[in-house]
């Protein structure tokens, strides 16, 4: 007689009970792991551009989750937010601009490639005359007229200074400079000019000005770049990738 028991049926709701647990299993460690890969890659990613751009950064990133870039080093698109950027001599520039095909090597201890940017940077009338501390006294500047005007030498003289693209460079052309209805001296004139000159033409990863213009708060300036470099981790390096 074959007395060997049937054997025992897993209920519907045994099986499901069970998939429930296994779907919640694998959404805690996905959620895990991408809260995991956002932290390392966002803290690498805002090191490496925060050396490039001199100043504290918000780093935003694309759709594609950051497990994933944190496996294959590939970004779609990185957005940067800085609200004192310094390029060259300046101070007080607000800058918020866009990487696209952001690639890291070696999880970005070997640097990295950018595919192409672009950036739109505001330069205030008051970071200007911040910049030009001890020569400048006031900064005005006018959409209407295209002009920024400079108060130098306690307010008794005026220098106004019209910047403009040429050939991806921005150039700050005089347009007057009085002191009482008199010339203004040529190296006081020329020392400004190339501080503004300098604070105009200094921009990381290559990018280069294709539009500059003036509003009624100071300077805005639209940015464009190409394939470009980012800086590898030497030795002590603060890039924590």
């Known amino acids: 007689m074959n007395t060997a028991q049937p054997p025992a049926r897993v209920s519907r ?7 429930a647990v296994v779907v919640a299993l694998l959404a805690a ?41 944190y496996l294959d080093g590939k970004v779609g698109r990185v957005t940067v937010d800085s609200d004192d950027t310094k390029f060259g001599p300046a101070v007080g520039m607000v800058v918020h601009a866009r990487f696209d095909d952001v690639e890291m090597i070696d999880g970005g201890k070997g640097g990295g490639t950018i595919g192409s940017s672009s950036a739109d ?16 006294t006031s900064v005005s500047s006018s959409k209407a007229s295209g002009l920024l005007t400079l108060k130098v030498l306690g307010g008794l003289a005026e220098l106004e200074v019209k910047p403009v693209v040429t050939n991806g460079v921005v150039e700050v052309e005089t347009q007057s400079a009085a002191l009482l209805g008199l010339g203004l001296p040529t190296d006081l004139v ?10 105009l033409q200094s921009y990381p990863f290559d990018m280069k000005p294709t539009e500059i213009s003036m509003t009624d708060d100071g300077i805005a300036v639209r940015l464009a770049g190409g394939r470009s470099e980012l800086p590898a981790s030497q030795g002590n390096s603060q890039i924590n990738c």
């Open 13 to 19: 709701r045994t099986l499901t009970i069970a998939l």
């Open 29 to 69: 460690l996905l959620i895990g792991g991408e809260a995991y890969a956002r932290h390392r890659v966002a803290n690498c990613v805002s090191t490496q551009f925060e050396q490039e751009m001199g100043s504290k950064i918000d780093v935003g990133f694309g759709l594609k989750p950051l497990l994933i870039t």
């Open 121 to 136: 940077v505001d330069w205030s009338n008051e970071g200007i005359r911040e910049t030009l501390a001890g020569l400048v």
């Open 190 to 199: 020329q020392g400004i000019v190339d501080v503004i000159s300098k604070s």
